[in-house]
């Protein structure tokens, strides 16, 4: 394992989030808290609780996630995407590092900052609305998977990608309306049985109820179900990842 | 003498279906300095990105020092240092926090000595902390070089390394090569400044249409294909080259004040002897004699303008 490479790697791309701290860290965090603002304070208080937690409470978890999944991937979509774009990737490519060194060092990075924009919003969100993290340990590991398993996802759509509008394509016209309509906002139980359904084919229900289950110990899907989707997702990332590297597939001429 | 890198029938056949390398054939001697010269798109770039690992190559095999460099791909790139023709680099970062990026991507320990001694060389000091994109072409172009040295490569492939640097710092380049030379690197560099190649070059390829036309000793190739002219410049004018000096083909200058006579280098018989008796019997008298020898230039586009 040549860990200076996915260290040099690591830090290089810690340094590119901090020099551009407030696109990747302030903007998301500013704009999540307006939905803390909006629904769990001023709205909020007039929606009934869900399944007796208080709707400014109920969101969080879901908020939290569409963050961090869009953050994710757009965050590590970039990170391959720019060297590829610039040329800079020669240096990747010429250099004595294994396609999982590459990944460690882009996705790590990726995640690492996914996570701490994560919590940043959880602390945030303590200042507008009541939370309960019932079970803290579950509520971190699915903070860290979901980081993790997005920021491959991100990384897979870098190497894929062409040019920057199918780098924003994916998350705007994929994760965004998915995350939406998974459960965020409300409990795919209040749907009727055909949408639930249908909600079921979204993988992002399982992510947030999973999450949600942690803080409040509420779930739409069970939680072994929610783990596993988690599981299938991240080996189907990793896989394609593999794959790319393994042909080459768009990363060499 | 051994081969630190050797070539073997490798090819290239892009995606668009252009074939731009038809199984060539190189090996390179450990400690030297070769140049690959060939006209724009002979495929220098191509073959040299193979050997690195950027381009995937149709069939053949490239061994580095014994490593094979695609299935022991570690062994062969950690002894391999690459300055690109394309000046890709990292706009927004500082000219110390690549070289030092480039260390440590090559899996070398932190070392700040060696990387500021590194940028001493290529006169890049004053500048370590200078973010890339505030740089000129020149310098972005030893930046490049600056990060291939600074993770201590065994092979040292440079790809048009002096491209747009001024007069004065092509000089210094060619010190650094030097000295790098000197400590046992093994140097491939592709150059269209031919002088270049003539000056630091211990062997020369020639690469055309992807294919290798010629490797040579860099002095044999002149020997061997240079040309030389003798010129006699003449006391008195002639109005015609004398009949008895036929044989030589001289040519007679406009003025009628120098004659100039052509011959291979290499050649057994050049009558160098019995043509300046020939020009005495004539009772031609000489001012002065001069030589003059084909540059690596005229070898380069006499040899490219024959394989069409
Ligand atoms: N990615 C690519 N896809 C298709 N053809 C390519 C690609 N890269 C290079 N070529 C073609 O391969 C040929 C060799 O290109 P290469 O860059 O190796 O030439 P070169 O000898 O380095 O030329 P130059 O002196 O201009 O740098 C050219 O005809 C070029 O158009
Ligand atoms: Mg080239």
Redesign the interface.
Known sequence: M?H??V???YS?EM??TG?TLFQSIVSPVLSTSLYFVVFGAAIGSRIPEIEGVGYGSFIVPGLIMMTLLTQSVMNASFGIYF?RF???I?????????ALEITLGYVGAAATKSIILGLIILATAGFFVPLKIAHPLWMLAFLVFTSVTFSLLGFIIGLWAEGFEKLQIIPLLIITPLTFLGGSFYSINVLPPFWQAVSLANPIVYLVSGFRWSFYEVADVSLTVSVAMIAVFLVACLAIVWWFFKT?YKI?? | MQSILSIKNVSKTYASGFQALKSIDLEIRRGEIFALLGPNGAGKTTLIGIVCGIVKASSGTVTVDGHDNVRDYRGAREMIGLVPQELHTDSFETVWATCTFSRGLFGKPANPAFVEKVLKDVSLWDKKDSKIMTLSGGMKRRVLIAKALAHEPDILFLDEPTAGVDVELRKDMWEVVRALRAKGVTIILTTHYIEEAELMADRVGVINKGELILVEDKAELMRKLGKKQMTFELQQKLDAVPEALAPYKLALAADGRALTYTYEAQGEHRGVTRLVEELLRQNIRLKDIATTQSSLEDIFVDLVRKDG
């Open positions: 040549n200076r490479a260290w040099a790697i290089f340094a590119r020099r060297p610039v040329g800079t020669f240096e990747i490519l010429s250099a004595p590092v294994s080459g060499k001429k």
